[in-house]
């Protein structure tokens, strides 16, 4: 798994992180406080459908499965799928992301294939 991260010209989110390979380990998008506008969910390799949680805690800090995450997104299988957040979503302590099978919080296995999740957040 792998997060690229891209400073973005303009007013409408000015970093965007791609996570290729999302999976039921937290990686940290953000160490700080951080408002998301834009989250593209690539759940096209996958016949279930997958959710990523979204967790106001540091990656380090975050065990998912125990953890309640602060958002979570639905991937419909074999599916790509945009949300847009025209105010903003704000975690301000860090943005961290996994990506799992099961929405509840107790929901840490991993999906059978790659997920890709693309963020544009400030």
Do not use: R
């Not at 792998?2 to 380990?25: C, D, E, M, R, W």
């Not at 540091?58 to 995450?69: E, I, K, L, N, R």
């Not at 302590?93 to 099961?102: D, F, R, Y």
């Amino acid at each position: 798994m792998a997060v690229s991260k891209t400073i973005l010209p303009g007013s409408f989110g000015s970093n965007s992180s791609k996570l290729t390979g999302a999976n039921n380990t937290a990686v940290a998008i953000a160490t700080s406080s951080s408002v998301i506008y834009v989250v593209e969910l690539d759940n096209t390799a996958n016949s279930a459908d997958s959710f990523a949680k979204f967790y106001n805690l540091a990656a380090g800090s975050t065990t998912v499965g125990s953890d309640a995450p602060d958002m979570v997104l639905k991937a419909p299988a074999t599916k790509k799928v945009t949300y847009h957040f025209s105010q903003g979503v704000t975690l301000d302590t860090a943005v961290s992301l996994a990506c799992v099978t099961l929405a509840g919080t107790a929901g840490n296995s991993s999906p059978t294939s790659n997920v890709t999740i693309k963020i544009i957040y400030t």
